[in-house]
């Protein structure tokens, strides 16, 4: 065997599988060719040891606490960049030069604007459906409305999607938040940056002048660039395995926010602040602890724990610092901060979360963040939504890019009767 084979024996044959690198990371044995060769499968429910493909955009070292994207660090993201830069980094590979920024930004900014059709679509919706049911509907319903650029073997009808879909999620989560409140939609304003654009969209009214905040604005913004993209997590494959078929971009962005609704995923920031309202105040927090460590309680500590870090996640602690910036600017506090605080230390000395190498994730503060900038918890998986769509659409266009790309078909081991006899139903 040499140095870059890997060999197995099974079903009496010995077969050797190429040990493929990439540029940082573990490696990976191809056992593309052991079916044809063993007649075997390989098994491995939930992926925990499968590499599902190539990728170029993000990087995570889960037991450093690494997050890399296009091979720059995820703190000095959220501290120097803007979210529209980070978008251009994902697409394109490389950080745009001034000029390249403005000109994407221009390109996102006038594709903001929704088919005014779709105004009508949101009015079907029942006021008080949660606001992920609607994207899940809405997103879906725009390869009815843009069926002009849903040739995916045409790079250009690929780039126009992917800055409709970038550009129009804002538009289309605010909206879906005004609905929700019995609020007239506000329109995009093209002087607004991306950010500022959709805390207008959200939160003003046409009675009144918007003014965005700053502070907020940057917040939000951080916000953004720490969702925008996170290798090959439940929602990305969703996508990644909706497009290998040749589903349309809108159809696969749409699977991708079905997938990222459940709590183990994107719905734990608004299962975290649940979990925060209930548990209340400091004094309350052993009996959640104990609940969480009880094999026969299925409650889980929300916002916490991860299939790939065995450490902090990158995106918790900035995630933590912007929680003060946001009470400083808008001069509010808000006690489940202190509770949080105390839930983290208090996990964090327990045994068994050190042991099983539990830490706060990225939702564990955002729902603070997010309740005090003002919106519902309803919307908080929304947000994440919104901004995991750039990282979405990166990586489906780098699948479809690929000349080698096949449809996504994993197999199983059957487990159900083997082969019978109908039985006619006057016999049963
Ligand atoms: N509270 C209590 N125990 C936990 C938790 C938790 N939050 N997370 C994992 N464990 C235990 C779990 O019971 C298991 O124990 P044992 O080995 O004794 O059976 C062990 O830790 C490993 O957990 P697992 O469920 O096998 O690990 P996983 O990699 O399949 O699941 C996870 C990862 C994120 C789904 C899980 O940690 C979890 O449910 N966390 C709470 C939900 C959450 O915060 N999700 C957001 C993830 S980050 C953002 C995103 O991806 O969208």
């Given at each position: ?20 690198s ?37 990087y995570?070292?889960g ?7 296009r ?21 394109n ?19 903001t ?77 093209n ?56 589903a ?25 602040l ?5 548990i209340g ?20 500590l929300?916002g ?44 964090l ?5 050190a ?12 729902g ?42 994993p197999?199983?081991?059957y ?14």
């Open positions: 065997m040499s140095e870059n084979q890997a060999s197995l024996t099974a079903g009496g044959n010995s077969v050797d599988m190429p040990i493929k990439g540029t940082i990371g573990p490696d990976v044995i191809d056992i593309r060719k052991l079916y044809g060769q063993t007649g075997m499968f390989t098994y491995d429910p939930g992926f925990t040891s499968t590499a599902s493909c190539d990728s170029a955009i993000t995570i070292d037991d450093e606490g690494v997050l890399l994207h091979g720059y660090p995820i703190g000095q993201l959220a501290e120097h960049s803007s979210f529209m830069e980070v978008s251009y980094l994902l697409l590979g490389e950080l745009p030069s001034s000029q390249e920024l403005a000109d994407f930004s221009r390109t996102i900014t006038r594709h604007m929704l088919h005014e059709q779709l105004a009508t679509f949101y009015r079907g919706f029942r006021r008080d459906a949660h606001p992920m049911a609607i994207m899940c509907g809405v997103v879906g319903a725009l390869s009815a409305f843009y069926h002009d650029s849903t040739d995916i073997a045409d790079p250009t009808h690929r780039k126009i999607s992917s800055h409709r879909l970038i550009a129009k999620m804002p538009t289309i989560a605010a909206m879906a938040y005004k609905y929700s409140v019995g609020q007239p939609f506000v329109y995009p304003d002087k607004l940056s991306y950010t500022g654009n959709f805390l207008k969209m959200t939160f003003g009214v046409p009675a009144e002048e918007y003014e965005v905040i700053p502070a907020v604005e940057k917040a939000m913004d951080r916000i953004f660039i720490l969702h925008a993209d996170h290798e090959q997590n439940a929602s990305t494959s969703t996508v990644r395995l909706a497009g290998s078929s040749g349309n971009p809108f159809a696969c962005i749409a699977a991708g926010i079905a997938c990222l609704w459940g709590p183990a995923h994107g719905g734990a920031n608004e299962a975290a649940n979990m925060l309202k209930e105040t400091p004094d309350r927090i052993q009996h959640y602890i104990d609940r969480a460590k009880d094999k026969n309680d299925p409650f889980r929300m916490f724990g991860h299939r790939v870090y065995k450490n902090y996640d990158p995106r918790a602690t900035v995630m933590q610092s912007t929680v003060r910036e946001v009470f400083a600017a808008l001069n509010v506090q808000d006690p489940l901060f202190e509770t949080a605080l105390r839930l983290e230390e208090i996990a000395s327990d045994p068994y979360f042991e099983k190498k539990l830490f706060p994730n990225v939702d564990f503060y955002s603070i963040i997010l309740s005090a900038i003002g919106f519902p918890t309803t919307m908080f998986t929304v947000l994440f939504a919104l901004a995991r769509t750039v990282g979405w659409v990166a990586q489906w266009n780098e699948m479809i890019s690929d000349p080698g790309q096949k449809i996504g078909r197999r199983q081991l487990t159900g009767p083997t082969a019978r006899d109908y039985v006619p139903l006057s016999d049963r």
